[in-house]
């Protein structure tokens, strides 16, 4: 087992289980969900940190959990935990603005915060923030959520930036990935007349496999990818 850390949120179902799955034997890996009981048969030498992430007292006291325990050993960071809301905006509730941004954007953005330190100091270290193909695109019903998902592609962006200026001499890498419509509970909700009209606009006519983007995620934090820095991969079976 390697002595590198990586964090995983949402890593309890979908997409991020899938990553933990792949993951887990190179890597020793430290497991978010909201609750400890989302997981079962974890394997001992891996770590559970969980919080709710749409409570920013708990977001906090994750934030500082994963310095204190983990961070002079922390190699990787990927931010997938994300919610939706599908609806209108005129009919959306502030409250679930809040949460979405909260959420899907606040919560990376912090986390992002809590490990830079340790990895100038390291001169090292991989962030994949888990953007959308409707952080580009946009989608009706989905106004924030897309921003959410946009936001995080531009903070990518600029903090691979932000490092370099910092500190010249580093292997420090910051990206995104934007996976398309991809086989999970999320896209399980969405109504079969939406979900034909979506296959329409994908050229590889079908939506995407939960394995296929672990399979990108794992290959981004490996040394083989050490050259692929400051930009949003896009694993959407070519959407249009």
Excluded: W
Aim: glycine share 6%; proline share 3%; with cysteine.
């Amino acid at each position: 087992m390697s002595e590198k850390k990586i964090l995983i949120t949402g890593a309890s179902r979908g997409l991020g289980l899938a990553i933990s799955n792949l993951l887990s034997k190179e890597y020793t890996l430290i497991l978010h969900a909201t609750r400890e009981e989302s997981f079962t048969n974890v394997d001992p030498k891996h770590h559970l940190l969980c919080a709710d992430l749409s409570d920013p007292g708990q977001l906090n006291e994750f934030c500082k959990r994963l310095k204190k325990e983990h961070g002079d050993t922390l190699y990787g960071v990927v931010n997938n935990a994300g919610i939706t809301f599908d609806k209108p905006l005129i009919y959306q509730p502030e409250n679930e603005i809040d949460r979405l941004l909260q959420v899907n954007l606040k919560a990376p953005i912090m986390i992002c915060k809590a490990v830079m330190k340790q990895f100038l100091l390291n001169k090292s270290g991989v962030i994949i923030n888990v953007s959308s193909c409707v952080g580009e695109t946009g989608n009706a019903f989905q106004a924030v959520y897309s921003a959410t998902k946009a936001g995080l592609a531009a903070l990518s962006k600029s903090l691979a930036r932000e490092v370099s200026a910092l500190n010249e001499e580093h292997s420090i890498r910051i990206l995104s990935i934007a996976p398309g419509f991809i086989e999970t509970d999320m896209t399980d909700k969405i109504p079969e007349n939406y979900r034909q009209d979506y296959l329409k606009a994908i050229p590889a006519n079908r939506f995407g496999k939960v394995n296929e983007v672990a399979e990108v995620v794992a290959f981004l934090l490996s040394d083989k990818a050490s050259y692929i820095n400051g930009t949003n991969i896009n694993i959407n079976g070519g959407i249009l």
